[in-house]
């Protein structure tokens, strides 16, 4: 498998190295993490299809997304710089 080298700063690198598994490589941290954000996008594009003309389904729909959001934040601050 070919590989290619990359710099990256200081912060980034510990933060990698943080959210680093045991047996995972720098690739297979930075792959994973990309992953993971594709699935965020893939779910967040989602946001707003479903249409509905009762104002109040249209903010419990606001509420649940804007809360989804939160936690996904937290879970990845969490992950990758041990915040809460």
């Known amino acids: 498998m070919a590989s290619q080298q990359i710099s990256i700063k200081q912060d980034v690198y510990n933060r990698l190295k943080k959210a680093k598994k045991t047996n995972e490589s720098?690739?297979?941290?930075i792959e994973r993490?990309?992953?993971?954000t594709s699935n965020v996008e893939k779910?967040?594009?989602f946001y707003g299809a479903a249409k509905s003309d009762?104002?109040?389904y249209e903010k419990?729909?606001?509420?649940?997304?804007?809360?989804s959001r939160k936690q996904m934040q937290k879970?990845?601050?969490?992950?990758i710089n041990g915040e809460n």
């Open 26 to 29: 720098f690739s297979d941290i």
């Open 54 to 56: 009762d104002p109040e």
């Open 60 to 67: 419990f729909a606001i509420e649940t997304y804007a809360e």
């Open 75 to 79: 879970s990845f601050n969490t992950r």
């Open 43 to 45: 779910i967040l594009s």
């Open 33 to 36: 993490l990309l992953d993971n």
